[in-house]
C-alpha cells in the first residue's frame, strides 16, 4: 500500500499541457439564431461567448461547418477575434463529437 501525505498537491501541469486544457472546453449550448455559445471549460467553470459574424466553425477533420452544426457535449478549441475576446469569437474548431466523448473508455 502506498502512504500519501495529506499535504501533498499534485503539480500544476506546465507548458503545452497547460496550454492545450486551457483552450479545450465543452459545448453546452448553442444559441444559432442569437450568435452565442455556452461553454464549460476544463476547470469546471462556465462561460457565455458571442460569436463574431464570419465565426468560422471547423469539424474534426478541417471540414467547414456553421454553428447549428456544434452539439451540447462537443469538445472544442475556441479561438477569439482580433482584438481580444470581447469581440466575440472568431473560430471554433470541433476536437471532439459528442457521441465519441460518449463512447470513450476514459469515462
Known amino acids: 500500500m502506498i502512504e ?4 501533498f498537491e499534485f503539480p500544476e501541469p506546465d507548458g503545452l499541457t497547460a496550454e ?5 472546453a465543452t ?5 444559432s439564431e442569437a450568435g452565442t455559445l455556452q461553454l464549460q471549460e476544463a476547470d469546471g467553470a462556465c462561460r457565455s461567448l458571442r460569436c463574431h459574424p464570419q465565426v468560422e466553425v471547423l469539424g474534426e477533420e478541417g ?3 456553421d454553428l447549428q452544426a456544434l452539439h451540447p457535449g462537443d469538445v472544442v478549441k475556441v479561438e477569439a477575434a482580433p482584438g481580444g475576446p470581447e469581440q466575440g469569437v472568431r473560430r471554433i474548431t470541433v476536437l471532439r463529437r459528442f457521441w465519441t466523448e460518449w463512447g470513450s473508455p476514459e469515462l
Open 4 to 7: 500519501v501525505d495529506e499535504a
Open 20 to 24: 492545450l486544457l486551457r483552450s479545450r
Open 27 to 31: 459545448v453546452v449550448e448553442v444559441g
Open 63 to 65: 471540414e467547414p461547418l
